[in-house]
């Protein structure tokens, strides 16, 4: 079967500015020759520290940064030569859930303007009935009751607002999710809930998920690949399962050795 996303050697390097009197610049090379497949309907981890080159990677699978070298093909087909009507059909499929639910919600926006945007440009000709229908509809989906239409992000809690960001990605069907550090800005207890909503949905739409964070137990509740990531690199690909309980790359066996064990 054709992997849903298909990355071959990406690489993206940022030219970083020492300080102003210095005057000197240098370059960093954030992610460094990365290749990948996630198969439809999986859940791909990938675990890494801060820094390590995560998020510049996301970024560059939904194209909102351009690689520097490298391929990459969604559900068989050249991502990167994509543009125009194409690109948009593309954009639709894919969808990504923010790290940091209080700023990567517009607050002077109600939640039903943020989570029917998506709609508005896609999907421009639905009546304002209808539109509303889809709204209501995925914010039950969610778990959020569809009276809170009217209100505004800062009404609501970091678990709440996470929820509302979710909806906005999902209003659209997409068929990738891209989940970058979903809870970390979240009690755990919230954030456990928002992981089990996730693998309902996952379940519910057929999501395939790539779901992004730096906890080993965070990757470890969802995915069933996993990959490991450092200084830019993959240093370990696998089953969840396998990585996990067997880890081969001495930096894998290094973070797992930093889990806290819960007393038994
Ligand atoms: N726009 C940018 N300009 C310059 N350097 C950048 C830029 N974005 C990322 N970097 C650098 O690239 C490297 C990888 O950053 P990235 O944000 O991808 O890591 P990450 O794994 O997502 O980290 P975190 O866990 O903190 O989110 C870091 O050294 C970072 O400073
Ligand atoms: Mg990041």
Redesign the pocket.
């Known amino acids: 079967m054709t992997p849903l996303l298909e990355a071959r050697n990406l690489r993206k390097a940022?030219?970083?500015s020492g300080a102003a009197w210095e005057n000197t610049q240098g370059r960093?090379q954030?992610?460094d020759g990365v290749s990948l497949e996630i198969l439809r309907g999986e859940t791909f981890g990938i675990v890494?520290?801060?820094?390590?080159?995560?998020?510049?990677?996301?970024?560059m699978l939904l194209r909102l940064?351009e690689p520097d070298a490298g391929e990459i093909r969604f559900a068989g087909e050249d991502w990167l030569a994509a543009h125009g009507s194409q690109m948009r059909f593309f954009r639709r499929r894919m969808q990504i859930v923010f790290?940091d639910p209080m700023s990567s919600l517009d607050p002077r926006m109600r939640v039903e303007a943020i989570v029917g945007e998506p709609l508005e440009i896609h999907e421009p000709q639905l009546t304002r009935v209808a539109r509303r229908e889809r709204i209501a509809e995925t914010l039950e989906a969610v778990g959020l009751d569809a009276e809170i239409l009217r209100r505004f992000p800062h009404e609501f809690s970091g678990g709440q607002r996470q929820r509302i960001g979710i909806a906005r990605a999902l209003i659209l069907r997409p068929e990738l999710v891209v989940a970058?550090?979903p809870v970390s800005a979240l009690d755990v207890s919230i954030g456990a809930q928002i992981l089990e909503l996730l693998e309902k949905l996952q379940r519910e739409f057929s999501l395939t998920l790539l779901l992004?964070s730096?906890s080993i137990p965070v990757v470890a509740q969802l995915a069933s690949r996993v990959a490991v990531?450092q200084a830019?690199r993959f240093v370990e690909t696998g089953s969840a399962a396998r990585v996990l309980s067997s880890p081969d790359h001495p930096y894998t066996q290094t973070l797992l050795a930093a889990v806290p064990k819960l007393p038994v």
């Open positions: 940022f030219t970083v960093t954030a992610v890494g520290e801060s820094g390590c080159g995560k998020t510049t990677l996301a970024r940064i790290q970058d550090e992004i730096h990531m830019g």
